[in-house]
């Protein structure tokens, strides 16, 4: 009997520890999430689901474990989908040209420290601070949607973390070149280089114009620099969601080409990055590409 009740005691025990969560939920500022239900596999998996049965296009999917890895440094599983909707998103872009740094729209699943997986993304809302966006009403419509594919995608409700903006997101400067020589100059310089990765380019203006809304050339380079984003994600899994590094070329108001470009330094600051390896070499590479660009 006393063995019995030891057993049972132990068994309860157990289940109670097996039970007690340790989940330290993310605290980026301006992040959106849910925890999931399920592993890392069936999430993705079930993520990847709810974007195709939505009206979003996936453009990219992105593994920074096994980019990390590439690049000799570690990472816990974590997976990126990139995709877009341009009735939600070019009203955006209209409004303020140089948010098309920040469209497709990018969710990250990942699993942290404790094996709990989570899926995540930039709060809409926080992004309208950030680029200082009046139309409420077209940033409420995009939330709502990013906001529902997570939760179906994980069986919880979405937590937005508060929306503290750390300056701007966009470093911009005009060309004295066409469009198309400004943009062909930095994609063949990124494709040319032993140092850079083409990502992905996306053409803002041609998605809008898909569901008839009217939009002025803009056009966006996703890239990669190789040891820097792989340090970054080896210490700071989070940041992945600010990634990869983003150029975008557009036509303002006058028909003057600009090239805006992200701001490292308010990427650091969110993540409370204190320091970063090549970090400065980074910076100052994306300054001269962007100046070359445009002179």
């Not at 400067?173 to 996306?202: Q, W, Y």
């Not at 003057?256 to 650091?268: E, F, G, V």
Request: with cysteine.
């Amino acid at each position: 009997m006393r063995f019995l009740l030891s057993a049972i005691a132990l068994a309860l025990f157990v289940s109670c520890s097996s039970d007690d969560r340790n989940l330290s939920y993310p605290e980026t500022p301006g992040l959106a999430y849910a925890e999931s239900e399920e592993d890392f596999v069936s999430t993705y998996g079930s993520l990847r689901s709810e974007i195709q049965n939505s009206d979003f296009t996936i453009h990219k999917e992105i593994n920074f474990k096994d980019f990390a890895e590439s690049h000799g440094k570690r990472s816990r599983d974590t997976r990126m989908i990139l995709f877009s909707n341009p009735s939600l998103e070019a009203p955006l872009i209209s409004q303020k040209p140089e948010m098309g740094l920040e469209f497709p729209s990018r969710v990250m699943v990942y699993e942290d420290r404790d094996r709990y997986v989570l899926v995540a993304y930039n709060n809409t809302e926080f992004l309208s601070r950030m680029y200082e966006l009046n139309d409420m009403s077209a940033v409420q419509n995009l939330e709502s949607s990013l906001s529902q594919i997570v939760s179906n995608s994980t069986g919880n409700m979405t937590i937005k973390n508060e929306s503290t903006t750390f300056g701007r997101n966009a470093m911009t400067i005009p060309s004295a070149n066409s469009f198309t020589e400004t943009f062909n100059r930095l994609r063949n310089e990124i494709a040319d280089s032993n140092e850079l990765t083409l990502v992905e380019t996306i053409n803002h203006q041609q998605a809008a114009s898909m569901v008839g809304i009217e939009m002025r050339q803009n056009r966006l380079l996703l890239l990669t620099t190789g040891e820097f984003e792989a340090n970054l994600i080896d210490g700071n899994q989070l940041a992945s969601i600010d990634l990869p590094i983003r150029i975008l070329v557009w036509e303002d108001e006058n028909n003057i080409t600009q090239i805006s470009y992200q701001n490292l330094d308010t990427m650091m600051l969110r993540h409370n990055i204190s320091d970063a390896y090549k970090l400065d070499d980074v910076k100052n590479m994306l300054a001269r590409m962007v100046i070359e660009a445009a002179n």
